[in-house]
């Protein structure tokens, strides 16, 4: 049936009068590039974020202290490290392969048919519904962050296949169809069902935050092509999850909905704000039996509405609450100093300054936003202090920041997403700046944080450009110190690479004359200078400079047209090039021999090399043993390039290779920069900076910030340190993204939590 002219429908039928086939084939075509669009999009932003899952990883696994969870993360990191590609094609092929069987059961439009889970995830036992519920629970967030795109592209696939209402199970878009092709793909990589559910719950936080808008461009397209240009206003909208009241016992209240005027300042922030995804679960958390009681009592005072339909006025408004930090961020405040303050003094430098201000009358009557705010920053707070990697006289100036960072936090609620932000920025400089020494090794560098603590202390109003105007001071002063500690240890850089090539040259020499020497034909002439006189020019030049030096690369040229230039020149383009080349070639080898003063010892050699010279021209075979050399092919007319050898590996331990050993794996993946906290045998630690790595990867030096306490370690001593646990990775990400990371977790209610 047509639909009447106001229908924003526009259906294939109408808008084509060709026969079904073509109509069909729209469809189809339609289809496939909204699968192709969501599959590449999605695995582009994992590709994208896989580092950093990587990282949330390695400080999961730092912070665990129970083994079986240590192990996950340590499986979980080795397989994105070594077969994400491998896991991408699998989940690529997984999915599209899923979506095409949900096509084929919508398009014979038998009724509702609930989509079973494949195979692997019957349940059949307690495993399998373990698997179930962790599929229930990452597919919910997803819905949940997703819910507005997700209604809309249920509606739009129906009117595409001009058929009835959609259901989110049955719907090839939607998450579900995502998950079970990620679980399908790390099962055909042999990932077990613990390890499987883990990496799923990394790749759900590592994606969720675009996943909204990847749905968003889908619905765009659908549009452009005609799909409900419209969505009626009467279509139902996703709401503000319900805020429970406070009161227990039967007389409880009901839940009650938080009113448009009570979170009218977040209804803007897009869907991805971590600010906006905070409030969400601490209101889910809002009354919750297993929530601390300050907590919630502070979560439902700030946002539960006093009735159904209005929100009476805050005692405290925003205003007085930022006069009121501005004079507790200059000092101490003793009670009855401002209203709503209560009984207790307040010291702006104590580690729970933020938190004692959260429970006061003030704070739980300012705005609802600011209560919220000052609720997740004390929160905030407290996982920076609880933060293993923060010296102790580094979180005692971080301590001072308290105020003006909440300051900035009521002003500016992107400080909670943007990680380049000034006043996260200063915070994470601020804890770069602590690592690598202690208080009495540099105490320039503690006075200089100091002073811009300060700084920001005394000259914060409202004005974030003093903090970013201290991040470039501190910035400049880090520079500065990386520079001078580079400086310090170029000598020892450069002897301890140097040793280690002294230790490598005759087996790298070796290796690389025995590639020429072992070919057919070549005489004993040849094979005797290049085993006694030309491998220590070889060895001189490795051990001074490396195989990565042009002095290198052209020694072991001279020996392929050494070898060259005494066979048959049958061709002129070979005589003709031959010509050429013998100049250079005498000379580049003299030159050699000469640099060591071997020259003299090498003249009767150079004589029969003329006369071999001689026979080539001539088309005559140079001979060994009484063999005659095979006649070469037509040659280019310049050297084919030489691929170099692999390059020789200090062993590392017996029975074992980098593939088979993690720690190891670890150890050559590390890059100059990487700190490690080392523990002594008495228990005390000491954390150091890996300044070099060798040409090799067979020697890591470690210094301290200013480029003392130096400490060299062979990969295998390294590893076995990491192996012990006498030596952790820290993590490489800042501070306070480490923060905000253990703060989403803690925070996210318990029936969305992950397992692990």
Not at 308 to 323: A, I, T, W, Y
Not at 353 to 368: C, E, F, H, I, N
Not at 517 to 538: A, D, H, K
Not at 720 to 734: D, I, V
């Amino acid at each position: 049936m047509v639909k009447q002219p106001n229908s924003n429908i526009i259906p294939f039928g109408v808008r084509e009068t060709g026969p079904p086939e073509v109509m069909h084939a729209d469809t189809q075509v339609i289809l496939q590039t909204c699968r192709e669009r969501l599959i590449d999009t999605v695995l582009a932003v994992f590709t994208r974020h896989v580092g950093r899952a990587n990282d949330e990883l390695f400080a999961m696994m730092d912070r665990a202290v129970d083994q079986d969870l240590r192990q996950l993360c340590f499986d979980a990191v080795s397989l994105l490290a070594n077969r994400t590609p491998l896991l991408l094609q699998h989940f690529r092929a997984a999915y599209v392969s899923l979506f095409d069987e949900a096509v084929e059961r919508l398009e014979r439009q038998d009724g509702h048919m609930p989509t079973r889970l494949p195979d692997e995830l019957e349940l059949v036992d307690e495993e399998d519904f373990e698997l179930d519920l962790a599929l229930t629970k990452l597919t919910t967030r997803a819905s949940f962050n997703c819910a507005q795109p997700l209604l809309a592209l249920d509606r739009r696939l129906a009117a595409l296949l001009n058929g009835p209402r959609i259901t989110p199970e049955d719907n090839p878009l939607h998450p579900v169809t995502l998950y079970r092709a990620l679980f399908q793909a790390l099962t055909a990589l042999e990932a077990g069902r613990e390890l499987a559910i883990f990496l799923m719950q990394a790749f759900e936080r590592q994606t969720s935050a675009e996943l909204p808008e990847i749905y968003n461009e889908i619905n765009r397209y659908l549009i452009e092509s005609g799909i409900l240009p419209k969505i009626p206003l009467t279509e139902p909208h996703t709401h503000t999850p319900a805020i429970r009241s406070d009161v227990s016992g039967p007389a409880a209240a009901p839940a009650i909905p938080a009113t448009a005027a009570a979170m009218s300042s977040l209804s803007s922030m897009p869907a991805d704000d971590v600010f906006a995804r905070l409030v969400g679960s601490l209101q889910s958390l809002a009354g919750h039996p297993v929530l601390p009681p300050t907590v919630a009592g502070s979560v439902v005072s700030a946002v539960a509405p006093a009735g159904p339909l209005m929100v009476p006025p805050s005692p405290f408004g925003h205003e007085r609450l930022m006069q009121t930090l501005g004079s507790l961020q200059r000092g101490p405040l003793v009670p009855g100093a401002a209203p709503g303050l209560g009984a207790t003094p307040l010291d702006p430098w104590a580690s729970n300054v933020v938190a004692q201000l959260r429970d006061t009358p003030m704070a739980k009557g300012s705005p609802p936003v600011d209560a919220m705010t000052i609720d997740i920053v004390a929160m905030l707070f407290e996982a920076i202090f609880d933060d293993p990697e923060l010296p102790a006289a580094i979180r005692a100036e971080i301590a001072k920041l308290q105020i003006p960072v909440l300051k900035v936090a009521l002003l500016d609620k992107e400080f909670f997403s943007d990680r380049k932000h000034p006043a996260r920025r200063l915070l994470d400089v601020i804890a770069q700046a602590g690592l690598g020494h202690g208080e009495d090794e540099n105490p320039r560098s503690l006075e200089t944080i100091r002073s811009v603590v300060t700084t920001v202390i005394e000259g914060f109003e409202s004005d974030i450009g003093i903090l970013a105007d201290q991040v470039r001071r501190l910035e400049a002063f880090l520079a500065e110190e990386d520079a001078q500690s580079r400086d310090r240890a170029v000598g020892l850089v450069a002897g301890l690479a140097q040793r280690e090539r002294r230790e490598l040259a005759a087996a790298h020499v070796a290796a690389e004359i025995q590639t020429r020497v072992t070919r057919p034909g070549v005489p004993g002439l040849i094979v005797e200078f290049l085993e006694r006189g030309w491998s220590q020019v070889l060895t001189e030049i490795f051990v001074r400079h490396g195989p990565a030096d042009a002095r290198w690369t052209q020694a072991v040229q001279l020996m392929d047209e050494l070898i060259w230039s005494i066979e048959p020149k049958l061709h002129p383009s070979d005589r003709e090039r031959f010509i050429g080349l013998l100049p250079r070639l005498i000379q580049g080898l003299r030159s050699g021999l000469a640099h060591l003063g071997q020259e003299e010892s090498w003249s009767e050699f150079f004589g029969v090399l003329i006369q071999r010279h001689v026979a080539a021209l001539r088309g005559e075979g140079a001979t060994m043993s009484g063999v005659a050399s095979p006649s070469p092919p037509a040659r280019p007319t310049t050297p084919a390039p030489v691929a170099p050898p692999s390059r020789p590996t200090p062993p590392d331990r017996p029975g074992a290779t980098t593939s088979d050993d993690p720690h190891l794996r670890l150890v050559r993946a590390l890059k100059p920069g990487a700190w490690i906290e080392f523990q002594t045998e008495r228990g005390t630690r000491n954390t150091l900076r890996l300044n070099w790595v060798s040409e090799f990867k067979g020697v890591y030096l470690f210094t301290n910030r200013q480029g003392e306490n130096a400490m060299t370690l062979a990969a295998a001593s390294l590893a076995a340190h990491l192996r012990k646990g006498t030596a952790r990775l820290l993590s490489q990400n800042p501070l306070t993204e480490r923060a905000v990371i253990r703060l989403m977790e803690r925070v996210q209610p318990p029936d969305a939590a992950p397992d692990a």
